[in-house]
Each structure stands twice: as structure tokens, then as C-alpha cells.
């Protein structure tokens, strides 16, 4: 509060608060900065490496389908066309007992779509799990 008038050299009990400001948004900044990173952290821990080999299951009588890059299928490594596809599928799906499970063997460089369309005719035909094989 300054009081007075005119040139009177006297004390001024005003507070700056200009340094505040600006130390307290320097701090701002930094924590709007490092909080982002700090928040990305976790801590994993990792189990050692085992040494078991696990056999590869086997798919003598599992059914899966591949799809090649060409757009091409196979039936359990026998060619097929996209129209019989499903009359295939569907036999096979009819002498299995049980869950009935088609396995995909896809080509990375296959089409999405040709995919997409093979599982779906698997669903038709009366799968009601789908797996995917990978390499």
C-alpha cells in the first residue's frame, strides 16, 4: 500500500510479484513437460529364458486353410476354388466331433480382403472358432 503524495522518497510496501510470475511459470513449463515422460514408465519384469522345447502341435487332423499371396486356397494342403470352398469346409467341419476349429494359414503378402472373405465362408459353413497360424 503506498501512501502519500508527491516526491516523498519514502518507503514503498508494495510487493513485486513480476519474479513469482515468471519463476512460477518456468515451473509450470517444466512439469508440463516431464510429467508426459514420466508417466510412460513401467517397470516389467521379465522371467528368465527357459530352455523347454515345446513340440509343434500336430495338424494331421486339423483343418486349415491357406491363402497364398495369389489369392490361390487350400483345404488342409489340398488346392480349392472360392466357390467350393464352402461345400468343403463344410464336410470336413461335419466329420469333426466337437469344437469346430479352422485354422488360417495366411500369406503375409496376401490380400485382406480375400482373407476376410475365406473366414467368412468358414463361419457359414460352421466353424465357431477361427485361429490364426503364424511363422
Known sequence: MAFG??????????????????????????????TPTLLKEVDVAVPEKSDVVMAAPSTKNQIVVSINKDGKLAVSGEPTLDSELAVKLHEALAAKEGTKLVFFDIDDDANYGDAVHAMDIARGAGATTLGLMNK
Open 5 to 34: 503524495g508527491g516526491s516523498g522518497g519514502g518507503v514503498r510496501s508494495d510487493i513485486n510479484i513480476t519474479p513469482l510470475v515468471d519463476v512460477v511459470l518456468v515451473l509450470l513449463i517444466i512439469f508440463m513437460v516431464m
